[in-house]
Structures are given as C-alpha cells and as structure tokens.
C-alpha cells in the first residue's frame, strides 16, 4: 500500500510539472517586456542585454524592449523594479557584484534584499581589467602606486563601485593616494583615458580591440583569476594585494512573479543564451563564454556572494 501511494504520488507530481511546463510554453507577456540595463550605453552590458532582447524577440515572438536605467552600478533599476507590480513585464540586466557590495555595506539604506527579487539566470562571469593608455608611465600595479606617490595622485576611472573598493584596498595597503572619477561605464572610461583626463580604469572586456591595437595596455585582472586572452598579466592578488571581485551578469525580477511566468522568463532566457548570437556577443564584449546557472542557481550565487564580499571591507 505504501509503494502504491508513493508511485501515485511520483506521478501526480510528474502531471503537475508537467503541466507547468505546458503552461509555460503557453504564456506570453500582458503587453511589452521591458529588459532593464542597469548600465550606460556603449559598454559590454548593454551590449550583451541588447543582443538578447533581440534574440528573446526573435525566438518568443514577444514585443521585447531594451532601455538603459544607470545609477549606482544597477542599484537604481533594480530598486525600481522591486517597487513594480509582479506580472512578469519587466526583466533587470545587472551585474552580481555592484548590488552585493551596497547590500553589505548599507543594506538598511536599500528599499531592497535579495529576495525582493525572483532570479531567471546569468550569461556570462566577466574577466575585469585594470587598464592604462599605451603610453602611461606604469605597467604594474606596483608602479602605479609609486607614480601616484611622487605625483600627488594618480586618477583611476570606474564605472561601478565594486572597482573603487579594490582600488580602495590598494589605497589603504599602499597609501598609494589614488583619487577617483565615476564614469558611466566602459564606454566612457575609454574616452576618458584615450582623452587623457584619467590615467588608469576598469574595463570588461570591451578594451581587447584597444589592447590588439596597442592604445592600451593591461596593468592587473581583477578577478581572482589571470584572463584567458592575458595569460602573462598577473593578478592583484598576485601583486600583493589580497583581493578581488568576481562579476557576474544576471537577470531578475520581480519577487512574487506567478510561477507559470517565471518559468517562461526563464526558458526563453536560456534559450536565446544557447544561441549562436549572444555566444558571439558575449566572446566579443566580455571575452568569455556564456554560462547560465538558472534561476536556483543565480540565487544561490548571490546569497553566497553577499557572505563572501564581505572580504573586502575586512582590508
């Protein structure tokens, strides 16, 4: 009698998710999905979020928009859209590390937690440089902090603040003095530099046609690992200094979305990911391949990242 009600219940099981499933496939946006950027134009964000909302387009059938909503490195879109209603209309394009560093240091500020949101899945783990003009004066992280001692400073642009705060642990191991300029992302961290009004920056993965035209070099990665396009270029951590960010681009919504809807938002993601488009894309603007944890797993990703980034406020 037991081995029969477990069997009845395996299959009751299996005709619920089973008609989840179909129900998915069966749902669409009540009117337009709006895919939120949580950067400027021009950088490897936006150019990564508008390859998939065309793809996503493509592929559903849906009328899909991208818009760019910049502010505190995705903390002002995703505020907005944890205050929208859940009806799976709108879709936040971030990156894991910006959200996760203001969480820890002023999550009682924030109108937002981690579960404020539902999680639909990642594309892509970005390799972050530290980079300088071709001509600059320094080649190592070591020599940017000597330079910046004997000249009173050295500007260092950033576009997010999880890039300050390793340079901060920089600054304080070192007193090294850097001062730095908020940009708007990658885009206009390259002006600047090409215009000579910051003297290093952070980009990723969008510089490589700068590096390959030898505009720029790469002083450090700043993940915790050495980049598969720089495999000579060492780490900050390698360089004596013990830390690094490890940004990852992800997708939510928000939290409370009907369960049928999120599993559509969540299959029509993955598959514009499995495309040959966004795989091109994302080689090309973040030079890496696509990686997809799903929505379990992009969560899981920021629950731990929220434990682990408190590292770097321990320097």
């Given amino acids: 009698m037991k081995l029969k009600t477990k069997i009845a219940g395996a299959l009751s099981g299996l005709v619920i998710a089973l008609s989840g499933a179909a129900q998915a496939q069966d749902w669409e946006p009540s009117g337009t999905l709006t895919l939120e ?12 979020g508008r390859v998939i909302a065309d793809v996503m387009k493509d592929q559903t059938g ?14 002002a879109m995703f505020t907005g859209i944890s205050q929208r209603p859940a009806n799976g209309n709108i879709i936040g394009m971030g990156v894991n590390m910006p959200i996760l560093i203001n ?3 002023r999550g009682d500020e924030l109108p937002f937690d981690l579960d404020s949101f539902d999680y639909i899945g990642t594309v892509a783990r970005a390799q972050l440089a530290l980079i300088a003009r071709a001509d600059a004066p320094f080649d190592t992280i070591e020599e940017m902090v000597a330079y910046s ?6 500007a260092i642009g950033f576009g997010a603040p999880p890039q300050k705060l390793l340079m901060e642990v920089v600054n304080r ?15 206009e961290t390259h002006r600047l530099l090409l215009g000579g009004q910051i003297l290093a920056g952070f ?28 495999p000579d270029t060492p780490t900050f951590r390698e360089s004596g200094f013990d830390a690094y960010v490890d940004p990852i681009f992800y997708f939510a919504t928000t939290a409370g979305t009907d369960p049928v809807a999120l599993e559509a938002l969540r299959t029509a993601l993955a598959n514009a990911i499995e495309s040959e488009e966004v795989m091109e894309i994302v080689r090309n603007a973040a030079t890496t391949e696509t990686m997809n944890l799903g929505g379990d797993g992009t969560k899981q990703m920021m629950v731990d990242g ?8 321990s320097k």
């Fill in 62 to 75: 849906w009328n899909i928009i991208a818009e760019n909503r910049t502010g505190g490195g995705g903390v």
């Fill in 149 to 154: 001692l004997e000249n009173d400073g050295l």
């Fill in 103 to 105: 969480l820890n240091r």
């Fill in 306 to 313: 929220l434990a682990n980034v408190g590292v770097l406020f």
């Fill in 173 to 187: 191991d070192a007193g090294a003095a850097f001062r730095f300029v908020t940009t708007e992302g990658e885009a």
């Fill in 37 to 48: 950027i949580g950067f400027g134009a021009g950088g490897s964000t936006d150019a990564m």
């Fill in 203 to 230: 980009s990723a993965g969008t510089h490589v046609q700068y590096l390959e035209s030898g505009e720029f070099k790469m002083i450090a990665s700043a993940n915790d690992a050495r980049h598969t396009y720089a």
